[in-house]
């Protein structure tokens, strides 16, 4: 069985369509789908410390996912850690764009989703 691991995490300065947008990019391997909840808390706590240590003005996390747990998955999960954490819903109301990408290692997107949106409102 795979384990599961943070391979990066990192702020960046990226441009979107409103403008400069300091952004949070957490790349995540899940090899084990099992653990993968409570691997998911891990992956919360080092946002957090890592949101912490950057510039007031973050607003964007991209979260990329190598392996096979589905982002819906993802995005229910971090919902409830966000409900259970208000440090953690703090920081994800401050933010202007959020989204987790899953991909294959060749780099092609797979699929994404908005971690802004309560899951349980899309299909």
């Given at each position: 069985m795979?384990?599961?691991a943070v391979a990066n995490i990192k702020t960046v300065n990226?441009?979107?369509?409103?403008?400069?947008?300091?952004?949070i990019m957490v790349a995540v391997d899940i090899d084990n789908p099992a653990q993968a909840d409570a691997f998911l808390e891990e992956v919360a706590q080092k946002?957090?410390?890592h949101r912490m240590l950057s510039p007031p003005e973050t607003a964007g996390l991209l979260v990329t996912i190598i392996g096979d747990m589905p982002?819906?998955?993802?995005?229910?999960?971090?919902?409830?850690?966000?409900?259970a954490d208000p440090t953690l819903a703090f920081f994800m109301s401050q933010?202007?764009?959020?989204?987790?990408?899953?991909?294959?290692?060749?780099?092609?997107?797979?699929?994404?989703?908005?971690l802004?949106?309560?899951?349980?409102t899309k299909g």
């Open positions: 795979g384990r599961n990226l441009d979107s369509k409103t403008g400069p947008l300091v952004t946002f957090l410390a982002v819906a998955r993802f995005a229910q999960r971090w919902q409830q850690l966000k409900q933010m202007r764009v959020a989204k987790v990408l899953r991909g294959k290692p060749t780099g092609e997107v797979v699929e994404s989703r908005s802004l949106e309560d899951p349980a």
